[in-house]
């Protein structure tokens, strides 16, 4: 039954694609949906999609993306404090069940199956989505809560562009950044580099003491470079080229929780990741290989447990064909290989190594054309010693009228153990098995085609340009959990928990126009019930009960106002209780954090100028991101932009 589902994930395309009577320069209609698309937004029919706008990337280009995340989509982040370790949780899902895809591939360590979001700069990042749902028959193990896409493009610029950056904060925190690009029309090359240096001396209240008394954290010091570099190279008219290489360093402090005495702790961060493409262009089809090389150091040490070395290594390869075997079809298929080697102290000093092939493919259909597109996908992935369940996934959108659209998709996911789960020593248990469930979502979408202004005047309108629900079910076997061995002092993981998550999410944009002012609103509510339903043991008081960490409700709103050089921005979340125990009698306050902040811009001299000034932590709400780990009380940031483009008049 494998083969013959194996056999029909590859040959159905292929034998469409065959047997397809093909137009004369079907090359045309594929540039747009194909030769400048991926799987993500090509193959996605059904998933809701949450881009962060590209203004919010700018205006916080000085920040990590776990900022954005938390502040632009609603995304719960489990943070330990400023620059220190940041997690997400994607409808009620572990952080390892949450891919990190950059430019197409999985960047979470093959360790732990997590990425530090602390850790990713968005000043490196020119479009950042989110997408919802379950998705392993498009990127493979770990999206079974969604994915995380970290994307870049080749800018439209011709001739030497330069753009340089400087920030602060009253946390003794300054930031520099350096854009140097140079293109052409074949080529197109691309230089980022940025340092960031913290003291991250911020006050916050001990509510560990009694009458929470207001501390100064003086153990959280932070220095982070990064170097990232893009080539794009179009070879006449068939051919592209595209050449990435990320290089990265971060040293800190790590401070302890605040029921604790200070322990001394340190952590070294170091990151390289190269990445190829290459890709062919037909008169009917796309040709794609792309490989990749991950590198990740870790060096931990503290004055209790001495230190701990970790290293690992990735490589990638994925050859993929995506074709249109007729004006209404749209289909790919494609191969992807993986080999990983891993070290760490914990492993009592031994290498060990994951290696995999997967085989994927998807087919895309638009029944009626503009109206109703159906999408079916599917993957099967081979790991020595793992029975990997085939995933395959069914999408639909449905235009059912005019700004009337409704999107619906189910689809089985997996997770592979991770390497400490498996090798970690003490507790590692080899014989874990891969977690494995079920997805189900439901969106229905009006955008501002079909939905009518609120009020217009001869000068003024006010509009509804995007409202949206989505509903979704999630199912989990197997889930992978430490607990304390029996007669033993140390934890060791087993496939024990079987968790249930259902919700909603509801998304509102709008914006009010008066001449030269204008005025946008988007505001979201997440709402996420997610529940372990067996005890592990006759002592688990967490059937029926809220995950740990996950909290019911998230909500918030972005107000930005615009008027000539000037833009002032508001926003404002609010995160519901977290509970800290998994019989939920133990729990975080819920809290309410807003920023406000004001930006101008212009041009002097052909260059471009930029000045941002913001208050965080406006009404200086006392709040923890983890048990015992505060969050900064209210603290200014600045910053200025100088954009020095080629053409630039020097007088």
Known sequence: MLRLQLLLLVLLPLGLYAGADHPPDSLILLEETVIRATRYNVFTAGHGIRQIEDRFLQQQSDQSIDLLLARYAGISIKNYGPGILATSSLRGGSAAQTSLIWNGFQIQSPMHGQTDLALIPAFFIDQL????????????????????????????LAGLHAKIRFSFTDLEEAAQQLTLSWGNHSVFSRFRFFNRNSANRYNYKNTAVYG???????????DQWGLLHETYIQIKQRHQLDIRWWWQETNRNIPPPMMQNHREAYQEDGAFRITGQWQTNFDHSVLIWRGGFFEEALLYSDNLNGESRSWSNTLTQEAEVLFSPGGLLLANAGVNTRMVNAWADDYKGEKHNQNSIAFFSSLKWDVIANHLQFLISGRQEFVPGQQIPFVPSVGLLYQAMPGILIKANTGKNYRLPTLNDKYWMPGGNPDLQPEQGWNQ???????????????????????????????????????????????????????????????FEANLKGSFNLNRFRMTLHARWDHTVAQNMVPTSIFDASAGKQLIYVPKNTLGYNLHFMY?????????????????????????????????????????????????????NLWNEAYEGMAGRPMPLRHLRAGFSLDIPANADHK
């Open 212 to 222: 929470s008394p207001i501390y100064t954290q003086e153990h959280a010091a932070l």
């Open 129 to 156: 989505g989110i997408q919802y749902g379950g998705s392993s028959a498009l990127w493979g193990s770990g999206s079974m809560g969604g994915a995380i896409h970290l994307n870049n493009h080749r800018e439209k």
């Open 564 to 616: 000539a050089n000037f833009l002032m921005f508001f926003d404002h979340q609010y995160i519901g209780r977290r509970y800290t125990s998994s019989d939920n009698k133990q729990w975080i306050n819920p809290y309410h954090m807003s920023n406000i902040g004001l930006q101008w811009q212009g041009n002097m001299w052909g260059y471009g100028f930029k000045i941002t000034a913001a208050i965080n």
């Open 441 to 503: 979502d439901l969106t229905i979408l009006y955008n501002k085609e079909n939905i009518a202004k609120i009020s217009e005047g001869k000068d003024a309108s006010a509009r509804l340009n995007e409202i949206s629900v989505t509903g979704y079910h999630r199912t989990t076997a197997q889930w992978i959990i430490w607990l304390p061995q029996e007669g033993s002092i140390y934890w060791s993981p087993k496939n024990l928990q079987e968790v249930r998550s259902y919700g």
